[in-house]
């Protein structure tokens, strides 16, 4: 027989567990869920609106005293009323039982006198409620001007703490926008570095594309055609051909020159070795006995003696 209850024994302690496995998991995601709704709304929260809704709620609760007090005067007023009715009423009854004993009719004036005993008994009753409406009445005249001096100070404070919090919050913006810290500062400065990144990425580019131009890789897109290797290595063999073409002329034209300046030196060597006063050019030497080009113009006596075998 325990054999028999032992599975189901187990069964309902694996059940327990797994419920207690549950509440404790729904318990944990109910304290997360309350920090996180705790932290959203003391982020949301703003002093100055809870200080006013505060204030608003301290005024409708000033409110409700004061028609509170206004109510008990008002039934105080009318329990009053009641007792000057009941007196009015009691003191007529004893006037006609009186009038009622002059004539001989004790029977009315004994009648009168038991409506004067009923009536004087609800006027009793009216005193003691008219004297409790009045300690209530004064008792909540005084709570309203308590609550009222309360309210007077909570607003006072209220505009206080508000005044102190804007400026707080005004000089909070202020210094974080001097440091650059501010959601707002953060965001200028990003798009500023964009704006720079692009610029220079820009002005990079311009670089390059002046540099393909200069270097003329850009010509061929420009005029829309386009050159292969063979063209480009026989541009660069003509303009060779260009230069040492130049280079043979210029050659040619100092060789030539060369005889000229002999003769010239050799009559300065005939005359004088100094130039005239007031002329700018100067004595040059002759130049190096050497082998130069000997042109059919220039005489025979003129030419350079040749050096003898064995000469240095």
Same mark, same amino acid.
């Given at each position: 027989?325990? #054999?028999?209850?032992?599975?189901?024994?187990?069964?309902?302690?694996?059940?327990?567990?797994?419920?207690?496995? *549950?509440?404790?998991?729904?318990?944990?995601? /109910?304290?997360?869920?309350?920090?996180?709704?705790? *932290?959203?709304?003391?982020?949301?929260?703003?002093? $100055?609106?809870?200080?006013?809704?505060?204030?608003? $709620?301290?005024?409708?609760?000033?409110?409700? &005293?004061? *028609?509170?007090?206004?109510?008990?005067?008002?039934? !105080?007023? !009318?329990? =009053?009323?009641?007792?000057?009715?009941?007196?009015?009423?009691?003191?007529?009854?004893?006037?006609?039982?009186?009038? #009622? +004993?002059?004539?001989? !009719?004790?029977?009315?004036?004994?009648?009168?006198?038991?409506?004067?005993?009923?009536?004087?008994?609800?006027?009793?009753? +009216?005193?003691?409620?008219?004297?409790?409406?009045?300690?209530?009445?004064?008792?909540?005249?005084?709570?309203?001007? *308590? +609550?009222?001096?309360?309210?007077?100070?909570?607003?006072?404070?209220?505009?206080?703490?508000?005044?102190?919090?804007?400026?707080?919050?005004?000089?909070? !913006?202020?210094?974080? #926008?001097?440091?650059?810290? @501010?959601? =707002?500062?953060?965001? &200028?400065?990003?798009?500023?570095?964009?704006?720079?990144?692009?610029?220079?990425?820009?002005?990079? $580019?311009?670089?390059? %594309?002046?540099?393909?131009?200069? @270097?003329?890789? +850009?010509?061929?897109?420009?005029?829309?055609?386009?050159?292969?290797? %063979?063209?480009?290595?026989?541009?660069?063999?003509?303009?060779? /051909?260009?230069?040492?073409?130049?280079?043979?002329?210029?050659?040619?034209? %100092?060789?030539?020159?060369?005889?000229?300046?002999? =003769?010239?030196?050799?009559?300065?060597?005939?005359? /004088?070795?100094?130039?005239?006063?007031?002329?700018?050019?100067?004595?040059?030497?002759?130049?190096?006995?050497?082998?130069?080009?000997?042109?059919?113009?220039?005489?025979? @006596?003129?030419?350079?003696?040749?050096?003898?075998?064995?000469?240095?």
């Amino acid at each position: 027989m325990i #054999a028999a209850r032992s599975p189901g024994l187990m069964a309902a302690k694996k059940l327990m567990k797994g419920t207690a496995a *549950r509440m404790g998991v729904m318990k944990r995601v /109910s304290l997360v869920f309350k920090a996180k709704a705790n *932290r959203a709304l003391d982020k949301m929260e703003d002093p $100055r609106e809870t200080l006013d809704y505060s204030y608003q $709620r301290q005024l409708e609760l000033l409110t409700k &005293v004061r *028609r509170g007090v206004a109510d008990v005067a008002t039934s !105080r007023k !009318r329990v =009053e009323l009641q007792m000057n009715q009941l007196q009015q009423q009691a003191n007529k009854l004893e006037d006609q039982a009186r009038k #009622a +004993l002059g004539m001989g !009719r004790e029977d009315l004036a004994r009648n009168a006198l038991e409506r004067k005993a009923s009536a004087q008994g609800q006027l009793n009753d +009216l005193q003691a409620q008219y004297a409790q409406l009045q300690a209530e009445e004064e008792k909540l005249t005084v709570a309203s001007q *308590r +609550l009222q001096a309360k309210v007077d100070t909570f607003r006072t404070r209220k505009e206080t703490i508000k005044a102190t919090y804007t400026a707080a919050e005004a000089q909070t !913006r202020i210094n974080e #926008a001097f440091s650059g810290i @501010s959601e =707002e500062m953060g965001d &200028v400065g990003m798009a500023i570095q964009r704006a720079e990144d692009k610029t220079a990425q820009m002005q990079a $580019r311009a670089g390059a %594309i002046d540099e393909l131009m200069a @270097s003329g890789a +850009l010509d061929d897109a420009v005029g829309g055609s386009q050159r292969d290797d %063979i063209q480009n290595e026989l541009d660069m063999m003509s303009a060779s /051909s260009d230069v040492e073409n130049e280079l043979s002329r210029l050659k040619g034209e %100092i060789t030539a020159g060369a005889p000229k300046q002999l =003769e010239g030196s050799r009559d300065d060597a005939n005359g /004088s070795n100094q130039a005239p006063q007031g002329q700018g050019t100067q004595y040059a030497p002759p130049p190096p006995q050497q082998a130069p080009t000997q042109p059919a113009s220039i005489p025979a @006596s003129d030419r350079p003696a040749e050096p003898q075998d064995g000469e240095g």
